[in-house]
């Protein structure tokens, strides 16, 4: 190669040289920038969520700070949508979404006599908003600085009017490298979301699993009337109950909530046409996404008193309380329903044992009549034999809503301090002719009723049914006397003779005049009835004893009957009287006290002088008249009148002390709105934990379903009355929430078709007597005497006659609605709530603000004037699905808002303790706060707890649960 060409060559290959090592090094700056990039990115990055992480600590503290206190209540600012004086308005749907006068509906406040808004505050303002940011205010339009917390990747693109948006704070520091002043380095924002106020699927049908001590089909069925089991999310979006489509419990809904931990799981994925969802069968994202302010996985919450503070008392361990309205009225009826043991297992035919005792079940004498004769051998002049005999006839009514049965027992009737009888022959008051000391006679006036019925030893629910004699051949033996079923009338042979004598007549006798005692009274402490158990070893137990509480006036009379033999010629007993349907909170069943009065008005006993055969009427001529088809081969049960409920099994909640027979009869004792003990909403709880001898094991379901253990908590925990300190409670409710589908949700949460006893019931009746196995229209049922089987549930024409509408109202107890006739109830509780919230008509000073306990709840009527809003609104001719004309005011047939606290009682609070936090932070650039550098979102769900917090002046500790960062998309 020549010279020239290696030199050629040669400045070739250093240029190559060169140009690589230029390329090299052009690489190793742009590798050395690009990870200073890198480096920068993840330090902002880093920023962002250090800015978030910090935003979420702040809203803890201000939970903490604020909803920590057992007597603070939450709600979401909806509360106070009113557009154009409505307030019934669908936050969904909203009639006017350009007149909505709220604007950021679903911000949450805590109340504990001042209102704070849960959503971002300045740093320096200590959570007050009088620091150095504005203070934010959900009816203000247009916010600071606005930041998205709940946008399409969560309610989905049609969905604006459930967006979340909150203040941007901004976040400054001193000494920022190259900056002399204090500059802005980025913001945070953050939104707390109240999971109580929405339904819970928490809440389904666990009843099956409840299988310890003596539950069966029958009592399960019961269970399932006696608390919120399965309510029913709107257009059936998802069945809480649905298996999978393999036969496998861990493919089932049930098995998935109980799975629940947080509310990100229910979000983590749903399905396609090639998968399952992962969580809950049926419900696609749409859906998840259209009613995400309605409906949470899981809501749970403490059994706290919001009226006083500290935890309720358990009622289930059936010891007591130190309250003595309770301890004396109440305690012995939650005895009575935590022992229930009947005769029979039949769902809808339960037999009590006749009892006495603090609470007793025993018949009662509603009319009674003991009646002596008076007769001569012969009413010429001279010495005449003179004869007294008695018999006796009374109505037994079973006033109760279970059968009685008198098992192999009988029932004894004894007269005590009866009067002295005086007989005068033709006329005068004088020296008396005759007389005899009642009380004294070798023969006393007692009887016995070897058996309640024609053909049984028991009483239906309500019945009413007439004894009389001794029967013919009867008054030969020794006293006790027995009395026959049927209203036969006293013959004369069917008599007994109680005394003879020999009187001297001096002129022929034309008529007896008769009184008893001085003519005047018979003394309030004097005369008695009393009534016993005999039981088949002749123990006797006295279960009640009828006594006068007022002077018993008994005039003089005349008779002409003076030789007929076993002639009815002086009597006295008592009658309850027709009118005293009209006044129950005047009279009790159970009241023994006989007050005197012959007005035709009175609402009580009467005393009456019957000189003849007295009458017992039957029930087609008075309401409390013995039932005349008991005399006939067919029963009609229309003609009963029960009126006292009797518990069949355990209670779920105070509301179901409702209608406590231990109390008055007239409407409700608690739940009804300023009824005497609706503090007993705030103060107790039934955790229905089983006391003593028991099958059910720590771990196992309860039958308050959605009662669920700590898992710290021991069996000696949940069986004392402070068992509320290891129990949460799985879906409960916030009472201050707006959400219609939520509140129709709970109120259809005892569908017809869980149920096979009202299945079947109304298949029965939607095919015309004989049902095909099927129930084409799904029917949703409330109670107002939840534990019972046998209740009515009446459809027919109403009836015409005043004695048959009383005597229904009295049996009608079961309630049966469509899926439009709950979903219109729910509408006009959320108007009420917002009504009373607001202080709108008719809810006025003193009666408006937040709840701040289930007490105030119920004393404001809101569901009470839901009830009659929704009845206004569909009536024909004043009549609806909700209220009848008919029916007697105070009625078990009335539909109110203790028919609706029964059902639902056990599961709702006036607050919240379940919350999902939403955090945001930014970082910016110091030199231009505009210029974003990263942005950060993070999610935690929070939990209020037992344990107090290490200062306790803020109440009781939250707890992180679950925590999650999120991508843009996801908000």
């Not at 002596?372 to 109760?400: K, M």
């Not at 137990?541 to 002077?551: I, M, V």
């Not at 107890?813 to 006009?828: I, N, Q």
Request: net charge negative.
């Amino acid at each position: 190669m020549s010279s020239r060409k290696k030199r050629g060559f040669a400045i070739i290959l250093v240029a190559s040289l060169a140009g690589l090592v230029f390329l090299l090094g052009a690489s190793l700056v742009a590798v050395s920038r690009l990870q200073s990039a890198s480096a920068n990115y993840d330090q902002r990055v880093r920023l962002a969520r250090e800015h978030a992480r910090a935003s979420l600590d702040m809203a803890i503290a201000q939970l903490q700070e604020t909803l920590g206190k057992d007597t603070a209540v939450s709600y979401a600012a909806d509360v106070y949508r009113n557009v154009s004086n409505d307030t019934d308005d669908d936050f969904k749907t909203p009639s006017n979404p350009d007149s909505v006068n709220v604007a950021e509906p679903f911000w949450m406040a805590a109340n504990d006599g001042s209102e704070t808004w849960l959503v971002t505050q300045p740093i320096s303002s200590d959570f007050n908003g009088d620091g150095n940011g504005v203070y934010a205010d959900p009816l203000i339009a247009d916010q600071p600085d606005p930041v998205v917390l709940l946008g399409t990747g969560t309610v989905g693109d049609a969905n604006s009017v459930l967006e979340v948006s909150v203040p941007k704070e901004v976040i400054e520091v001193e000494d920022v490298q190259g900056y002399a002043n204090a500059r802005t380095i980025g913001h945070y924002a953050y939104w707390i979301g109240d999971l109580g106020v929405k339904a819970s699927y928490a809440l389904y049908d666990n009843t099956d699993s409840v299988d310890h001590d003596e539950y069966s089909d029958d009592r399960s069925g019961r269970l399932r009337q006696l608390r919120a089991t399965q309510p029913v999310y709107e257009s059936d979006i998802v069945d809480t109950n649905q298996e999978g489509a393999q036969a496998s419990l861990s493919n089932s809904n049930p098995m998935r909530i109980d799975a629940f931990a947080n509310d990100f799981q229910f979000r983590d994925r749903f399905g396609t046409a090639s998968e399952d969802e992962r969580f809950l069968l049926g419900l696609d994202e749409d859906e998840y996404q259209d009613y995400f302010h309605d409906f949470t996985p899981l809501s749970k919450g403490l059994l706290v008193n919001t009226a006083a503070g500290g935890f309720r008392t358990d009622l289930s361990n059936l010891v007591d309380t130190g309250d003595s309205d309770y301890d004396t009225h109440y305690k012995d009826y939650s005895v009575l329903a935590k022992s229930a043991a009947s005769t029979s297992v039949s769902y809808d035919a339960h037999a009590f044992p006749v009892q006495g005792g603090d609470l007793p079940i025993v018949p009662v004498i509603t009319q009674f009549n003991l009646n002596y004769s008076v007769y001569l051998s012969s009413d010429v002049v001279g010495e005449q034999t003179i004869y007294l005999s008695f018999a006796a006839a009374l109505e037994l009514w079973n006033p109760f809503t279970s059968t009685l049965d008198l098992g192999s027992g009988s029932l004894i009737l004894e007269m005590e301090n009866l009067p002295e009888l005086s007989v005068w022959f033709n006329s005068g008051f004088g020296s008396r002719d005759w007389g005899v000391d009642l009380a004294n006679l070798s023969e006393t006036a007692s009887f016995e009723i070897l058996s309640l019925g024609s053909d049984s030893n028991q009483l239906r629910p309500g019945q009413i049914a007439v004894y009389t004699g001794p029967s013919s051949g009867d008054v030969s033996g020794d006293a006790p006397f027995p009395l026959s079923f049927g209203p036969d009338e006293i013959a004369s042979d069917d008599r007994v003779l109680a005394a003879t004598g020999t009187v001297t007549l001096t002129e022929d006798v034309g008529q007896f005049v008769l009184k008893f005692g001085d003519g005047e009274t018979l003394e309030v402490s004097d005369f008695k009835v009393k009534l016993f158990l005999k039981e088949a070893d002749d123990t006797t137990t006295l279960l009640s004893t009828y006594s006068l509480s007022s002077p018993f006036f008994l005039p003089a009379g005349a008779d002409g009957n003076t030789i007929e033999v076993g002639s009815p010629s002086l009597g006295f007993g008592w009658d309850v009287k027709d009118t005293s349907k009209a006044s129950f909170s005047s009279y009790h069943p159970l009241d023994t006290d006989l007050l005197v009065s012959d007005s035709e008005d009175s609402t009580l006993f009467s005393a009456n002088n019957a000189f003849k055969t007295p009458q017992f009427l039957d029930g087609d001529n008075e309401t409390f008249g013995y039932n005349p088809s008991d005399l006939t081969d067919t029963v009609d049960v229309s003609y009963d009148v029960p009126v006292l409920q009797i518990p069949k099994q355990e209670l779920t909640s105070p509301a179901q002390l409702s209608r406590a027979y231990s109390g008055s009869w007239e409407s409700a004792l608690v739940g009804a709105v300023d009824a005497s003990h609706n503090d007993f909403l705030d103060q107790y709880f039934f955790s229905t934990v089983p006391k003593g001898t028991s099958t059910w094991g720590l771990g196992d379901p309860l039958p308050n379903t959605g009662y669920r253990a700590r898992h710290d908590a021991s069996a000696a925990d949940l069986t004392a009355a402070t068992s509320a300190d290891s129990l949460f409670v799985h879906g409960m409710f916030n009472v201050h929430s707006t959400s219609i589908d939520s509140w129709a949700a709970l109120l259809k949460s005892a569908p017809a078709s869980a149920n096979p006893f009202w299945h079947d019931y109304f298949d029965d009746i939607e095919d015309g007597g004989t049902g095909n196995g099927t129930l084409a229209t799904e029917v949703y049922l409330l109670f107002n005497h939840p534990s019972g089987g046998e209740d009515l549930a009446y459809f027919g024409a109403p009836p015409e006659d005043s004695d048959d509408q009383f005597r229904l109202s009295m049996r009608k107890s079961v309630f049966s609605f469509e899926e439009s006739d709950l979903d219109l109830l729910a509408k006009h509780i959320v108007a009420n709530i917002r009504e009373r919230i607001q202080g709108v008509s008719p809810y006025t000073t003193g009666n408006d603000g937040r709840f701040e306990s289930l007490e105030d709840f119920a004393d404001s009527g809101v569901l009470e004037n839901a009830i009659a809003d929704a009845h206004s609104e569909i009536a024909v001719d004043g009549e609806s699905v909700f209220k009848a004309d008919w029916v007697t005011a105070g009625s078990p047939a009335e539909f109110s808002q203790a028919t609706i606290l029964n059902l639902i009682g056990a599961y709702i609070s006036a607050r919240s303790d379940t919350f999902v936090v939403r955090a945001y932070g930014d970082a910016v650039s110091p030199a231009d706060p505009t210029k974003v550098w990263a942005r950060a979102y993070c999610e935690a769900v929070v939990q209020r707890v037992h344990s107090l917090h290490r200062a306790s002046e803020l109440g009781r500790e939250f707890e992180v649960v679950a925590f999650r960062w999120l991508s843009p998309s996801e908000i």
